[in-house]
């Protein structure tokens, strides 16, 4: 029996409605599941309290309470719809793809302008760097390429600059002249 059966069966138990057959397969299912049996039974006995219950009376004019009360909700909700079309949200809602296209045009037009003035800015450092490239060969020369190749030198050259923990003052006094 599925669990879709079983619910059926459950169901039509408590409101009754049960053939004997449909009696016979919910006693045998209930057998096999001694808790579901103990469920079942607190649900049957619920069912019969609920069912001995008195009707509870309605007044004469319950149908147009309801009517009323639905007829407020439906002009509360009106009244906020309205209050919220005038409202800054609604605007913003409103005018948002022209807002989004008008920021990028102005995020587009502060780039293309930027990037209009960039290259003089390139070209003026580039000049700059060549220029103190010209103030330091003027200053220290070069060394050979026979001195670069050999690495011993090279190594020397740098344990010297590591090591020297003082500053050079006569370098520094005849470079600043």
Same mark, same amino acid.
């Given at each position: 029996m599925s669990?879709?059966?079983?619910?059926?069966l459950?169901?039509?138990?408590?409101?009754? /409605?049960?053939?004997?057959?449909?009696?016979? /397969?919910?006693?045998?299912w +209930?057998?096999?599941?001694?808790?579901?049996? %103990?469920e079942?039974?607190?649900?049957?006995?619920l069912?019969?309290?609920?069912?001995?219950?008195?009707?509870?009376?309605v007044?004469?004019?319950?149908t147009?309470?309801?009517?009323?009360?639905?007829?407020?909700? /439906?002009?509360?909700?009106?009244?906020?719809e309205?209050?919220?079309?005038t409202?800054?949200?609604?605007?913003l809602?409103?005018? +948002?793809?022209?807002?989004?296209?008008?920021?990028?045009?102005? %995020? +587009? %037009? $502060?780039?293309?302008?930027?990037?209009?003035?960039?290259?003089?800015?390139?070209t003026?450092?580039?000049?700059?760097?060549?220029?103190?490239?010209?103030?330091m060969?003027?200053?220290?020369?070069?060394p050979?390429?026979?001195?670069?190749?050999?690495?011993?030198?090279?190594?020397?050259?740098?344990?010297?600059?590591?090591?020297? $923990?003082?500053?050079?003052?006569?370098?520094?006094?005849?470079?600043?002249?």
């Amino acid at each position: 029996m599925s669990e879709h059966e079983q619910n059926e069966l459950w169901e039509k138990s408590l409101r009754g /409605q049960l053939t004997p057959k449909e009696q016979a /397969q919910l006693e045998s299912w +209930l057998a096999g599941c001694p808790d579901l049996r %103990a469920e079942w039974e607190d649900e049957v006995a619920l069912c019969q309290v609920v069912r001995q219950l008195p009707d509870a009376p309605v007044s004469s004019n319950f149908t147009s309470l309801v009517l009323q009360a639905v007829e407020l909700e /439906q002009r509360q909700a009106q009244r906020a719809e309205a209050v919220s079309r005038t409202g800054f949200v609604y605007w913003l809602r409103k005018h +948002l793809v022209q807002l989004t296209a008008s920021t990028a045009v102005v %995020a +587009l %037009a $502060a780039v293309l302008a930027l990037r209009q003035h960039q290259p003089d800015a390139i070209t003026d450092s580039r000049q700059e760097m060549a220029e103190q490239m010209k103030e330091m060969a003027k200053v220290a020369p070069v060394p050979s390429v026979d001195v670069l190749k050999d690495f011993e030198a090279i190594r020397r050259l740098s344990l010297t600059t590591q090591n020297a $923990a003082e500053p050079d003052l006569e370098l520094l006094a005849a470079l600043q002249q």
